[in-house]
């Protein structure tokens, strides 16, 4: 499969949230990636180079996302994901990083995966288990 980036050069300008503070200590987040799946399930990746840390504000907005998600009616996870590319020109493919820690919708808790896991083979397993599946409503991938 191809990559999906339309303009390399342009997705290496950074995004600086100055000025956009709430309450003079609530900052914009951002995410590196949203699934959504026919209106019924969401997966949100956040993929860190090596073991850094997820910030702490950072990690309780993407678990609310994903909870709000679940009181909406919908499926949804998070996957906190990391990558060993250390050259900052070599593009870090999503699906082959390693997934550190998924946080369940229907669970409320965090939790490292049982086995290595990749994003890709996290999407895979989640779809496989969803309820558009069990209903026979998929369609595909």
Not at 55 to 60: D, F, G, L, N, V
Not at 94 to 119: F, S
Request: proline share 4%; glycine share 6%.
């Amino acid at each position: 499969m191809s990559s999906r980036i339309n303009d390399p050069e342009r997705m290496k300008q950074l995004i600086d949230f100055e000025g956009l503070e709430v309450d003079d200590s609530i900052y914009p987040t951002d995410l590196d990636g949203l699934l959504e799946y026919k209106d019924s399930e969401y997966i949100i990746f956040e993929i860190k180079y090596g073991s850094a840390d997820i910030p702490y504000s950072q990690r309780i907005a993407i678990q609310h996302m994903v909870d709000d998600f679940t009181t909406a009616g919908k499926q949804a996870i998070a996957l906190i994901c990391e990558h060993t590319v250390k050259n900052p020109d070599v593009p870090v493919v999503a699906a082959r990083c390693k997934v550190r820690e998924v946080y369940y919708g229907d669970e409320k808790i965090w939790r490292a995966p049982k086995n290595n896991l990749t994003v890709r083979e996290a999407v895979d397993y989640f779809q496989k288990h969803s309820k558009l599946v069990r209903e026979g409503q998929s369609g595909g991938s």
